[in-house]
């Protein structure tokens, strides 16, 4: 005699990681921040971003603009996988989450880290350790903002 075993798995549509919405709504966080930075220190982006991965002096603000953009991708997408992890579902929810994100990409990255690396690499543009400019803060709540705005479109729409 044999005996058969049946197992079913269930796929949700809901997909808990979206990377696309993250990616897209970091692209567009991060060039709504940049030029939100060009019109407040374009120097930060003609320098200091470039400057980080040693591109920078001569200062070149496309370079800059470009790594900041990519910078938002990459950070879109550990977004997703956050807000995915978190199971935050609402558009409301989400948006408020990409702007905690923002405020604490702000806080590790542009504070704590970014001071030290711009040391390490001998950049002209490096500021104090730590380095809490209050512009600095508004620039990635705008990113967070609009990062969780269009990942929650994005989100719902693909």
């Known amino acids: 005699m044999s005996s058969e075993t049946q197992r079913s798995v269930t796929i949700e549509d809901d997909v808990s990681f979206d990377a696309t919405a993250g990616v897209i709504g970091g692209i567009v966080g991060g060039v709504a921040m940049g030029a939100l930075v060009v019109v407040m220190n374009a120097a930060v982006l003609a320098v200091a971003i470039p400057s980080l991965y040693t591109l920078a002096p001569p200062a070149n603000l496309q370079l800059g603009f470009l790594v900041q953009v990519f910078h938002g991708a990459a950070l879109g997408l550990a977004f997703a996988g956050l807000v995915g992890t978190l199971s935050v579902d609402s558009p409301a929810k989400v948006v408020a989450a990409g702007l905690g994100w923002?405020?604490?990409?702000?806080?590790v990255l542009a504070a704590l880290v970014m001071p030290l690396w711009l040391g390490a690499v001998g950049s002209?543009?490096?500021p104090p350790f730590p380095n809490f400019a209050l512009p600095s803060l508004l620039w990635h709540a705008v990113y967070g903002a609009v990062l969780g705005?269009?990942?929650a479109v994005v989100h719902d729409r693909f």
């Open 102 to 107: 923002g405020v604490v990409t702000w806080l």
């Open 124 to 126: 002209p543009a490096s």
């Open 149 to 151: 705005g269009v990942f």
